[in-house]
């Protein structure tokens, strides 16, 4: 899967000291790309969906702490199985579709100035996955079957990516807006899931997380340093 995470904004301009106002924060969210999802899965094309999280660093340490969260949904497969309901023929639809809330903790090397600053990281957290199966006979009067099976997988993972600064608050110089992409490559445990009147299937969790979006920063206790 792929991953982009947003990280914490840069200056443009000369940093407070940072002996008043070491520590940074940061908030981000971002759109998220996964590509494939899984392995061997190859029926169930792309995931999308958002993701959210914030970090802390401390001048001048080139170091960020932080976690975040990742929600998205995949596309869905059907299959069509042809089954005797008496003695009458029948074709019954399955349909699935997958959910899955990715959350990491994450160490990253970073410069903690400037306009453009890439990153590596290094994380560990977990997925929790959710198929969705529907079941239903097209042009019958019987109703459509749904269930969800549910799985959840350990996580490793290693990632880079850049963040450029966009804007800076005009009345607080210690805030800034950042554009950030970054991938994100996990390797995680493996799951079961069923597989309809295929049986079950042991999946990888392995995925690369692509992400892109906007993130806030600030410096704590900046606007008493930058007063002094």
């Not at 999280?53 to 596309?75: C, E, K, N, W």
């Amino acid at each position: 899967m792929f991953a982009l995470v947003l990280t914490h904004g840069h200056r443009a301009e000369a940093e407070p000291d940072s002996a008043a106002a070491p520590w940074r924060v940061n908030a981000w969210i971002v759109g998220v790309l996964v590509e494939p999802m899984f392995v061997p899965d190859p029926h169930l094309g792309p995931a999308y969906g958002v993701g959210f999280g914030g970090g802390i660093s401390r001048t001048p340490l080139p170091l960020v702490l932080g976690v975040d969260f990742d929600a998205v949904q995949g596309s869905g497969d059907q299959t069509n199985t042809s089954i005797l309901l008496g003695d009458q023929p029948a074709t019954l639809v399955e349909t699935r579709t997958r959910q899955t809330l990715f959350f990491d903790a994450w160490l990253r090397v970073q410069p903690p100035n400037g306009f453009f600053r890439p990153y590596v990281e290094l994380s560990g957290g977990g997925a929790m996955i959710d198929y969705v199966y529907s079941l239903r006979f097209p042009n019958a009067i019987y109703g459509t079957a749904a269930f969800k099976q549910r799985s959840s997988a350990a996580t490793f993972g290693l990632g880079l990516g850049i963040e450029l600064l966009v804007a800076r608050a005009p009345n607080e110089p210690t805030s800034a807006l950042c554009v950030t992409f970054g991938v994100r490559h996990l390797w995680g445990s493996p799951v079961s899931r069923e597989a309809g009147t295929a049986g079950s299937v042991e999946l990888r969790t392995d995925a690369t997380l692509l992400t892109l979006g906007l993130s806030a920063h600030a410096r704590l206790g900046a606007t008493s340093a930058a007063s002094q």
